[in-house]
């Protein structure tokens, strides 16, 4: 058999185990986090609009 060559009869006798236990996956609630985020600002929304323009000048130069 050459390079990229395969015997066709391999195709029919492959086995795929699709029986997953409950231990083989991933929890996707174990890192469920329940609460509230508070956001304090001390910038005025001025503030806030120079220093986004000083980022996009940044960017731009």
């Known amino acids: 058999m050459g390079f990229g060559s395969y ?5 029919d ?3 795929y185990d699709t029986d997953f236990e409950d231990e083989d996956g991933l929890d996707a609630e174990e890192n469920a986090h329940e609460g509230d985020i508070e956001f304090e600002f001390t910038a005025s929304n001025d503030e806030l609009l120079d220093r986004l323009e000083d980022i996009k000048d940044n960017e731009n130069t």
């Open 7 to 11: 015997d066709e009869s391999e195709q």
């Open 13 to 15: 006798n492959q086995e």
